[in-house]
């Protein structure tokens, strides 16, 4: 998957479904596409708006939704609940929890929440 496959998946056709599997490729290239964002409008929020973060702020609560959902897809393809997102309130030990079981391989073939997307993607 692709840098505008991803943002395009997560954004239009995925926007608030949490149900099925995200692979790695589309997990991390929403991230990066929500951090470059993020980073961009900051800087334009600082020479509009000084420290008031209104451009920032009104992306952020626009992808909110889809990245938590994204977030649990990756999740699910790792064979964990989506559930497990609430770990991140464990300070910095939940952080460094999920974002090491973001970065392991899905499992191979189907499981309960779907079937393997990248098996889906070489047929």
């Keep these: 998957m692709d840098f505008q496959t991803a943002i395009r998946t997560c954004l239009q056709e995925?926007?608030?479904?949490?149900d099925g599997r995200a692979r790695r490729s589309e997990y991390w290239w929403f991230f990066l596409f929500v951090f470059l964002a993020n980073t961009v409008l900051s800087i334009v929020d600082g020479i509009l708006f000084g420290d008031a973060q209104v451009l920032g702020g009104i992306f952020s609560l626009a992808v909110l939704v889809p990245a938590v959902c994204v977030a649990g897809r990756r999740l699910h393809d790792t064979g964990r609940s989506a559930w497990w997102l609430l770990i991140c309130f464990v300070p910095v030990v939940g952080a460094l929890v999920l974002i090491w079981w973001f970065i392991q391989r899905g499992e191979d073939g189907a499981?309960?929440?779907g079937p393997d997307p990248l098996a889906d993607a070489a047929a």
């Design 14 to 18: 995925k926007y608030a479904t949490i």
């Design 111 to 113: 499981n309960e929440y």
